[in-house]
């Protein structure tokens, strides 16, 4: 069964800018759809961006749209999350996941396989 490992949070300025990455050990991510969810503490944990390179599909929440982008390196069989213009909401333990169910429902139904163990990113001044 895949595994996956996130790395990249941490602690950044409002306006700064931070990468997450979620890498796979154990299989490949190409039959899966793969999403970034966030929890922050005493909220539901929200679906961010869902990608699938088998559907060549991808969803992005409308709270991150214009500022978060989700991609894959095909190389390194990595999905990132390009985080830009971060917001003191956007802090959040943040996890990645995988699933055979489509992009959008997904990151709609925050229902997946396979969960990596998280990171937590602190927008702060």
């Known amino acids: 069964q895949v595994q996956l490992v996130e790395s990249g949070g941490g602690s950044v300025q409002p306006g700064g800018s931070l990468r997450l990455s979620c890498a796979a050990s154990g299989g490949t991510l190409d039959s899966y759809s793969v999403g970034w969810f966030r929890q922050a503490p005493g909220e539901e944990r929200e679906g961010v961006a869902c990608?699938?390179?088998?559907?060549?599909?991808?969803f992005i929440a409308n709270t991150v749209k214009d500022r978060f982008t989700i991609f894959r390196d095909n190389v390194k069989d990595t999905i990132y999350l390009q985080m830009n213009r971060l917001k003191p909401e956007d802090t959040a333990v943040y996890y990645c996941?995988?699933?055979?169910?489509?992009?959008?429902?997904?990151?709609?139904?925050?229902?997946?396989?396979?969960w990596g163990q998280g990171t937590q990113v602190t927008v702060s001044s």
């Open positions: 996941a995988v699933d055979s169910s489509e992009v959008k429902s997904l990151c709609l139904s925050t229902v997946a396989s396979v």
């Open positions: 990608i699938s390179v088998r559907d060549r599909d991808y």
